[in-house]
C-alpha cells in the first residue's frame, strides 16, 4: 500500500502527526509543571497562546487572500465572510458579552473537531474499504475529540477554560458518565479491532491515519479528562491544533506556489521561506494581542513591554465594536476554513461537493 502522504514524509511526520506525541512526552516528563496548574504564566502565553494558537488563524492568508488567484475567483465569499462576522459580532456583543464568548467557543470548538475529521478523510483518502469500516474511522475520530468534551460538561468546570470563564453551558451530571465512557470505549476498541483485522488481511497499515486517529485519541484524554490544569489543556490543545495547520498550509503552499505562485508567495515558499513565513504571521499575532492587551485584557504588559503604561477603560459601548473587531481574524478563519481545503483527483481545490478539511 502507498502511504497517503499530502507531503514529503518527513514534512507530514513532523508537522502534522508528531505535535500531539511531542507535547504529551513533554508533560510526561515534566509532570510538577502541569498537574492541576491554574495559570498559563507569560512564557507559556507567549508561546502558545501568540506564536501558536493566534500565529496559525494567520496563516490561513497565505490561501487565501494572500493568493492572488484565489481572492480572484472567490471574492465575493472573501468579502462578505468577514463583513457578515463583524456585524453578527456587534449584534450580539451588543446583546451579551457573555453569549459573544460561549457563541465563539463553541464555534472554535467545532472548529477543531471538525480539523481531525478532515486530516483522518485526507488520509483515508486512497483506501477502498467498506461503508461499515469508513464509518467505524469516522465514528471513532468524532469520539475522540467529543467524548473528552462530553465530559468536560458532564463533570463541570475545570481549572482552564476555552477562553473565558462560564463560556460553555455544564450540564454538570456526572451520572451520566460512566454511560458515555461505556459508548466511548467500545467505539476505540472496534477501530483497533478493525485496523488489527486489516493488517492480518492486507499486511499494511495506514500509517499517516493512524498517527492521526492515535494523536488524536492521546492529546484530547489527556488534555482534557486526565489532567486538570490550564498549561497541560493549552499545550495539548493548541499545539495540536495549530501547529498541524500551519504544517498544512506550508505542504500545501511548497506544492503549489513554489513555482507558480505570485512573486511574494514564491518568496514565502521558497527552498529558506520558512522564516519569512512564520516572521509575517508571528508579526500579525502580536499585533492583535497587543491590541487585546491594550483595549481589553491588559494582563500581559511584560510582554509587550507596557508593564508600567496607564490604559483607558473603554465603556460597553466601545467594546461592543471593539472586540468583535479583534475576534474577526478568529471568525473570519474558523468559517473560511470550511471552504478552502477540498481534495478532488488527489488534490486541494476550491469545490463545494468534494471532501473538506476544516
Not at 467545532?110 to 481531525?116: A, D, I, M, N, Y
Not at 481549572?159 to 465512557?181: A, C, E, G, Q, R
Not at 499486511?203 to 499517516?208: Q, S, W
Not at 491590541?291 to 509587550?304: A, Q, R, T
Request: overall charge positive; aromatic content about 20%.
Amino acid at each position: 500500500m502507498k502511504q497517503p502522504w499530502i507531503g514529503k514524509p518527513i514534512n507530514d511526520i513532523l508537522f502534522i502527526l508528531l505535535p500531539p506525541f511531542a507535547s504529551l512526552l513533554f508533560i510526561f516528563l515534566f509532570p510538577s509543571l502541569f498537574q492541576n496548574n491554574t495559570e498559563l504564566g507569560n512564557a507559556g502565553w507567549l508561546i502558545l497562546i501568540l506564536l501558536v494558537d493566534v500565529a496559525h488563524v494567520y496563516s490561513t492568508l497565505y490561501r487565501t487572500y494572500f493568493d492572488p488567484q484565489s481572492f480572484k475567483n472567490n471574492r465575493s465569499l472573501l468579502v462578505t465572510i468577514p463583513f457578515i462576522g463583524f456585524v453578527a459580532g456587534v449584534l450580539i456583543y451588543s446583546m451579551s458579552s457573555e453569549w459573544f464568548w460561549r457563541i465563539l467557543a463553541y464555534t472554535a470548538v467545532f472548529h477543531f473537531v471538525r480539523q481531525q475529521y478532515g486530516f483522518l478523510r485526507v488520509y483515508s483518502r486512497s483506501e477502498n474499504h467498506n461503508k461499515v469500516f469508513k464509518w467505524i474511522d469516522e465514528l471513532t475520530i468524532y469520539s475522540a475529540t467529543i467524548y473528552p468534551l462530553l465530559y468536560w460538561h458532564l463533570e463541570g468546570p475545570k481549572n482552564f477554560h476555552w477562553f473565558v470563564d462560564n463560556d460553555f453551558m455544564y450540564l454538570k451530571s456526572p451520572s451520566f458518565l460512566p454511560i458515555v465512557t461505556a459508548i466511548y470505549l467500545v467505539i476505540i476498541v472496534s477501530y483497533f479491532l478493525k485496523e488489527a483485522y486489516l493488517l492480518v488481511k492486507t499486511k499494511t497499515i495506514n500509517l499517516p491515519k493512524t498517527g492521526i486517529v492515535t494523536g488524536t485519541l492521546l492529546s484530547w484524554y489527556f488534555g482534557i479528562i486526565y489532567f486538570n490544569g490550564d498549561l497541560a489543556f493549552t499545550l495539548l490543545n493548541v499545539v495540536s491544533h495549530g501547529v498541524p495547520y500551519m504544517g498544512l498550509i506550508w505542504i500545501y503552499g511548497k506544492k503549489h506556489y513554489s513555482t507558480t505562485g505570485s512573486p511574494f508567495l514564491k518568496k514565502v515558499f521558497s527552498r529558506y521561506g520558512i522564516l519569512l513565513f512564520l516572521a509575517i504571521i508571528f508579526l500579525l499575532a502580536f499585533i492583535e494581542e497587543g491590541l487585546w492587551d491594550f483595549s481589553v485584557w491588559k494582563e500581559h504588559g511584560k510582554v509587550f513591554g507596557t508593564g508600567t503604561w496607564s490604559f483607558p477603560e473603554f465603556p460597553n459601548t466601545a467594546l461592543s465594536f471593539i472586540v468583535p473587531l479583534l475576534a474577526l481574524p478568529q471568525i473570519t478563519h474558523y468559517i473560511l476554513d470550511g471552504f478552502i481545503w477540498k481534495i478532488r483527483q488527489g488534490d486541494f481545490k476550491w469545490k463545494k461537493e468534494t471532501v473538506s478539511v476544516h
